[in-house]
């Protein structure tokens, strides 16, 4: 990782000895992408992360988060003086770092690979999973990261789900990255048809904080949550519902919160994957790809079904279930012999998952957190699966699954750092990783989906 840049930062800098500050910028040699959407440069010594880059790039950096005390800087390019043959006119001006810059402002958030070639974009995310696994696992394992969808549809579309900020103006926006800076925007191509067709940059929003859409993939009626401001009245709450299109449910909802009101048709919406019907409640977790829940559901149940572990009378457990897609699946392999513990943190998800199973008497769905649902009962497993958020599941889970005494586990992460860490447990329990498969089912974001069948060695 070499640099050939300025002998010292140059920019907006009045401090004593140019002492670095947000808005200097500097020429840096680009090298390896690293976990979390950006790339490493270093600078006289000092390493700078930076965002919109390909590594091998010379470019200009503008330093958007700097100290001389802090260990590392942040930083956007603002030129690329010598660019990789992987780079490809961005799809999207808010997003587009160099254009944004020459506009004077940072770009919007979650498209932040969307100048490079979604080829190249899955040969990265496969780099950071590697080196994940290898530092926090300690495997040497190259994996493929599977692309997921039409092969003509260049990675945008595929979104259900969005969620938006509100500029202070009352816009519909999206903040800069890392940034309490709000932009306005006037379409997603991330997003489904369905939710640009809402044309929610039309509505004035005023008096609403964050918006959340969904648009389930079967056409089904689609939802938009309003978190409202403090003091936003009830008639200002239904002049924006009246601006929306007739045959959308609209609710109101507190961030973080677990109640959702109604304001007009439905609090849910309905999913489907894999020949079942999911009812989801307001930010309940549902797969945001619109080819996810088949792709995932298809990896697990081939990875369990085909080794043997998933059979007819099988005792098996689906352990941070949302609203029961996997749940669905394993009952209807294992039958009204066998059973399924069905586990989830959040009530509201909890009692979805309890609509969408409710003719299946071979599943106990119990709303709590999972260690200490499985403290309470104890009992031993054919198999499981383990679907946890982005955080992992950590040791103590780690360890209680493991002396539950499953045959195999079925571990679908959406992090590749707290996945390689909690297979580092595993291993160290005397586990080992039997197969990987990984999954671009966030094109041009930094993202990407894994299912590991985990084994144990002896």
Known sequence: MTSHSNSALTGHSDTPGNQAVEGNEAVVTVGPIAHGGHFVARHEGRVIFVRHAIPGEKVRIRLTDA????????ADVVEVLEPSPDRVPHFWKPADALASWKRGTPPVGGAELGHISLARQR????DVLAEQLKRLAGLDLATEVEAVGASDDGGLGWRTRASFAVTPNGRLGMHAHRS??????KEMPLALQGINDL????????GITRVEVAVPSNGSRPLVLLAPEEGTSPKRLHSIVSQLPHDVSVAAFAPGKAEVRQLRGRTWVQESAAGHEYRVTGEGFWQ?????????????THYLSGGGYLHP?????????????????????VGVTGTVLSVEGSPGTSRDA?????????????????ERVLHQRARSFDSLVLDPPRAGAGKAVVKQLMATGPRAIAYVSCDPASFARDLGYFHQGGWRLESLRAFDLYPHTHHLETVGLLIPAA
């Open 288 to 300: 945001i790809h619109k080819e996810a829940p088949d792709t995932l559901a298809g990896a697990v």
């Open 123 to 126: 040969e990265l995310k496969a």
């Open 199 to 206: 044309r929610l940059w039309d509505v004035d929003l005023s």
């Open 313 to 333: 009378g099988a005792a098996v457990a689906d352990l941070y279930a949302g609203a029961g897609l996997f749940t669905a699946l394993l009952a209807d392999v």
């Open 67 to 74: 100290g001389e005390s802090s260990r590392f800087w942040r």
């Open 354 to 370: 309890r609509k969408n199973l409710h003719g299946a008497p071979q599943v106990e769905i119990i709303q709590g957190r999972v």
């Open 180 to 185: 309490d800076v709000v932009l306005p925007i």
